[in-house]
């Protein structure tokens, strides 16, 4: 009876103070959490391709083309069996944690526990934002790369924690200085938050850097979590490591994965966390909650794309390359220096001093009709940048070019 009279007099309060007006029905959790960039993005670029308008998009990462054409076929065959249809479990069948071992061991060298030390995902975004409200409880401090993939950010805040902002500076190949945390940060901190090859400045890094992050976690003992969406998207014989090679790393250590990115999967929402069995542990409690598993056809079609010839992949990849060097040679001819990347789907491109990411997007969007992010989407540290993505063919990526120059040299 008492809880019920709390209830009655919030419920009171609440329509009081609403009396007359609308109705408030926003959580306090809303209060800092912006609408996503791309969402408006998306809303003004439909509105110029109905005003008849041509844009090319090489904004956001979602792959253009298609999965091998056997990845398909394993989905539409495993569609028509009759008992595909019902819930799956939160874990999916067995042959879905081999195949997820059995690419770690293949591409990694890294041994997986199929009990203990997977749990499939619908998507790796998912399991991101799930497991810091699985770990994080209001007061927290997490560590988060900056520039980086504003769901880290989004996620913390959702779960009461408190960010702290690692910068990722280009002097530094956009790694971040672990002894430049104050100490009485790092005790504090819960989470650290990694992503190599990153997005969204393509950035890559080696196993003696990880190795570095796990003394940094053992010693002020912080669970570090690897977003490794990007891992097998490479370029000139680039090999990306996990950090599950790392010695020691499955003490300490969360690695999300993705066929998103991989596997030209995207839409398909197929993702991995890996290692660390406690956190591991946490994060599936939560998701019983908030999920009831992926649909069975999807989880066959994905243990497919793990376990057959994964060739395709390297000519994709030159796919990719090709674009990459298209856009490089593109903006070094207005003037325009990036880096080439050796991964990821991206080309980070600095600006000149005189103009803001925003107002560079903006520009570009409106005079050239080619839609770019501004780096500032990512975090402070990305003002002066623009991400630009290899998601689009070469004919369309090289005509965005060619808007790019003749916009900058009128």
């Known amino acids: 009876m008492f809880m019920l009279a709390k209830i009655m007099g919030l419920r009171?309060?609440?329509q009081d103070h609403n009396k007359g007006g609308a109705m408030d029905i926003t959580s306090r959790r809303l209060e800092n959490l912006s609408p996503l960039f791309f969402a408006s993005l998306n809303e003004r670029i439909v509105a110029k391709q109905a005003s008849g308008l041509d844009v090319i998009r090489l904004d956001v990462g979602s792959p253009d083309v298609p999965p091998d054409p056997?990845?398909?076929?394993?989905?539409?065959?495993?569609?028509?069996?009759?008992?595909r249809?019902?819930?799956?479990?939160?874990k999916g069948p067995p042959r879905l944690m081999e195949a997820w071992a059995q690419l770690y061991r293949r591409e990694f060298g890294v041994e997986l526990d199929t009990q203990n030390e997977i749990?499939?995902?619908?998507?790796?975004?998912?399991?991101?934002f799930h497991l810091l409200l699985a770990l994080i409880d209001p007061g927290d401090v997490v560590l988060i790369p900056d520039p980086g993939y504003p769901t880290y950010t989004h996620g913390t805040t959702i779960a009461g924690g408190l960010p702290y902002f690692m910068p990722l500076l280009p002097e530094r190949d956009f790694l971040p200085k672990l002894t430049d945390i104050p100490a009485e940060i790092a005790r504090k901190a819960k989470i650290m938050w990694l992503n190599y090859p990153n997005n969204p400045t393509a950035a890559t890094t080696s196993l003696e850097f990880f190795t570095q992050v796990m003394d940094f976690a053992n010693h002020y003992d912080v669970?570090?979590?690897?977003?490794?969406?990007?891992?097998?998207?490479?370029?000139d014989g680039h090999q990306a490591a996990s950090i599950l090679q790392a010695p020691g790393a499955k003490k300490r250590a969360v690695e999300f994965n993705s066929l998103s990115k991989s596997h030209n999967m995207a839409g398909w929402r197929v993702g991995v966390a890996v290692g660390n069995a406690e956190a591991l542990r946490h994060l599936l409690t939560i998701k019983t909650h908030a999920d009831s598993g992926h649909f069975l056809p999807v989880l066959d079609a994905a243990v497919l794309a793990m376990t057959a010839d994964q060739g395709w992949l390297h000519e994709r990849n030159l796919?990719?390359?090709?674009?990459?060097?298209?856009?490089?040679s593109g903006l070094r001819q207005v003037g325009l220096i990036a880096s080439k990347p050796k991964a990821s789907l991206y080309v980070w491109c600095p600006l000149p001093r005189d103009w803001t990411s925003v107002a560079f997007a903006e520009a570009v969007l409106e005079n050239a009709n080619v839609s770019l992010t501004p780096g500032v989407v990512f975090g402070k540290m990305g003002e002066g940048f623009v991400r630009i993505s290899l998601t689009n063919s070469a004919e369309r990526t090289q005509e965005a070019m060619q808007r790019l120059k003749e916009w900058m040299n009128a």
């Open 319 to 328: 796919v990719y390359q090709q674009r990459r060097d298209i856009i490089v």
């Open 70 to 83: 056997a990845i398909v076929a394993a989905l539409l065959q495993s569609a028509q069996e009759p008992d």
């Open 85 to 90: 249809h019902g819930y799956s479990t939160h």
């Open 119 to 128: 749990v499939p995902l619908l998507g790796s975004k998912e399991g991101i």
């Open 223 to 235: 669970l570090v979590c690897h977003d490794a969406a990007y891992s097998l998207v490479t370029y």
């Open 12 to 14: 009171r309060t609440v």
